[in-house]
């Protein structure tokens, strides 16, 4: 589905404001004028990215990629599902042939929980590990992130809490994603189950975006039909937040935008022709743009509050996001309305003259749309969720990073609210 080019050749002028959704800012282009360029109000836009190898058949080039990061002993994080599958035995394969010796965990559980971290940091010890690999869905790849955060610094890994306290450096890190949704392979994010309090903690630190993402669309084949679409409805999710994220900026929005078109027409594709190749590539490829945008743009309310629900029910991320999401484009687009109107677009939405606040609840009910056409619950409470659990989830997710880029100012009575209609 293209898009029309007007989407992608204009800067939005809230980007030359303070915060993307303000006053206009009063910082000034540095350096002398130069002919064609004014002093023009403007935010600085920064934009990490690793090296990414995409396409059917990429998996045989994890050995030359870890090699390039200087790896004899790669220490492999993953888990039995991909070990089952045959993942694990054709990428080990791929490194012995590259002459490295590598040393495989795979005790990583959906939502990686603290210990499983920090029993792999352990064993990577132990192995005499390098270069750290991981290999798998988003637990996997958050797991092996976690192992090389405890490498070069030590301590526990719920100590890590936040943004930028991961400060020594770390070692390097390549990702082979099996799953087209998390975006883990390319972001600078790690989400931890904390066991003792019930929650998930965000970790978030240009250190961990890895060096390498290794994308082989054929590993996807392989997923269950219900991880097939947790995934992509968090892609989604990534998508849309990343364009409205008060971090935007002109470098992720064409990423999220992008990440949104493709996984509002193939998602389903996936799910009624599961081995059909071109809807794979499509979700690959979606999922990729959707990580590049969250990972330099940060997300909001829907995965602040989907993360509580995942750490106190060890629920799928991606299901909860989509339960969570429509409410939120709701509550957001009654004060910021207009980024919702190119998202639409992106979904297929007729937009030419409808109003934005029209357009907004158009996109939460598509989005609403797709996931009951893959078999995502309606509410919380299919999940679990209580309504005495509430108030408690609305506080912890007030402490939760990704809240702070919400287009829309959140406390705690907002978010429980939220999570009341979401039920």
Known sequence: MALPLDDFATVDS????????????????????????????????????????????????????????GARRPFLVTDP??????????????????????????????????????????????????????????????????????????????????????????????????????GADVSQFAVVTDTAARIKITIISRTLVPEISVIDPRLLITMPDWLNASTGLDALTHGVEAFVSRAHNPLTDGHALRAVALITRHLPQTAQLPDETIPRLAMALGSLEAGLAFTNAILGATHAMSHQVGGMLDAPHGVVNAVLLPHVIRFNAETYPERFVTLAAACGIPTVGVPAGEAALLLAERVRELADEVGAPKGLAELGVTEEVLPHMARTAMNDACLATNPRAADARDIEALFRAAL
């Not at 045959?86 to 040393?103: F, K, M």
Request: glycine share 18%; aromatic share 6%; proline share 8%.
């Open 14 to 69: 809230d980007w030359l404001s303070a915060d993307g959704y303000g006053e206009t800012g009063t910082g000034l282009l540095p350096g002398p004028r130069r002919a064609g360029l004014s002093a023009t109000p403007a935010r600085l836009a920064k934009f990490h990215a690793p090296e990414i190898v995409f396409g059917p058949g990429a998996l045989a080039e994890l050995g030359h990629c870890a090699t390039r990061l």
């Open 81 to 182: 599902g991909l070990i089952e599958a045959g993942w694990v035995d054709e990428a080990v394969g791929y490194l012995r042939s590259s002459g490295l010796e590598p040393a495989v965990w795979h005790d990583v559980t959906p939502n990686p929980k603290d210990h499983e971290i920090e029993a792999a940091f352990q064993r990577y010890g132990e192995s005499g590990g390098d270069v750290i690999i991981g290999l798998g869905g988003g637990s996997c790849i958050d797991a092996a992130k976690g192992v090389a955060i405890l490498s070069g610094n030590g301590g526990r890994i719920l100590g890590y809490e936040g943004v930028d306290k991961v400060v020594r450096p770390i070692p390097p890190t390549a990702m082979v994603p099996s799953t087209s949704g998390t």
